[in-house]
T-cell receptor
């Protein structure tokens, strides 16, 4: 089955700096890699995802890159703002039973200081 | 559109008590999931239902049962609660496969004393 590792577990940056969160996965057949943001006391919400036929995807200040050879993908946040403070989760699909369900990383707590 | 609705939002149980967590979605999604969230451990899959009429175990199914009542509703039951089941529980739904993205409910914070 799929195993997803996420680093770092905590990340502190100054407002305006960039932040990078990295994840590795084990199943070379995985083909979909979403990122979720969870604010304190709230539900996880999908912020960006990438499929295995592209290497990079951008949406305003956030971007995700994928290296299928190395089996890792990363979330990049530029010009960070205090409202970016949250826990971020990466995920990859586990399809060992023929049905894809997501396996999540352990999360990265991002703190953006004004 | 309500999306995914979970009840209750908070619950305190005594060890050995039972309860059912309810989840309903109005997005006509085929697949539904129950995850638990514990500090430092991310989201771990308890059970899932790929489609109406089917349920399967996830990563941490012990101590839980589920029922896919119809296409909209997927409930999680704790028959005899234990302190180790203290957690935040999230229900989610998606199209027929993970690549459709998950929509999560607002969560249930359960404490077993």
């Amino acid at each position: 089955g799929e195993n997803v590792e996420q680093h770092p577990s905590t990340l502190s940056v100054q407002e305006g700096d960039s932040a990078v969160i990295k994840c590795t996965y084990s199943d070379s057949a995985s083909n979909y890699f979403p990122w979720y943001k969870q604010e304190l006391g709230k539900r996880p919400q999908l912020i960006i995802d990438i499929r295995s036929n592209v290497g990079e995807k951008k949406d305003q200040r956030i971007a995700v890159t994928l290296n299928k050879t190395a089996k890792h993908f990363s979330l990049h946040i530029t010009e960070t703002q205090p409202e970016d403070s949250a826990v971020y989760f990466c995920a990859a699909p586990n399809s060992n039973t023929g049905f894809q369900k997501l396996v999540f990383g352990t999360g990265t707590r991002l703190l953006v200081s004004p | 559109n309500a999306g995914v609705t979970q009840t209750p939002k908070f619950q305190v149980l005594k060890t050995g008590q039972s309860m059912t967590l309810q989840c309903a979605q109005d997005m006509n999604h085929n697949s539904m999931y129950w995850y638990r969230q514990d500090p430092g451990m991310g989201l771990r899959l308890i059970y899932y239902s790929a489609s109406e009429g089917t349920t399967d175990k996830g990563e941490v199914p012990n101590g839980y049962n589920v029922s896919r009542l119809n296409k909209r509703e997927f409930s999680l039951r704790l028959e005899s609660a234990a302190p180790s089941q203290t957690s935040v529980y999230f229900c989610a739904s998606s199209e027929a496969w993970a690549g459709g993205g998950y929509t999560f409910g607002s969560g249930t914070r359960l404490t077993v004393v």
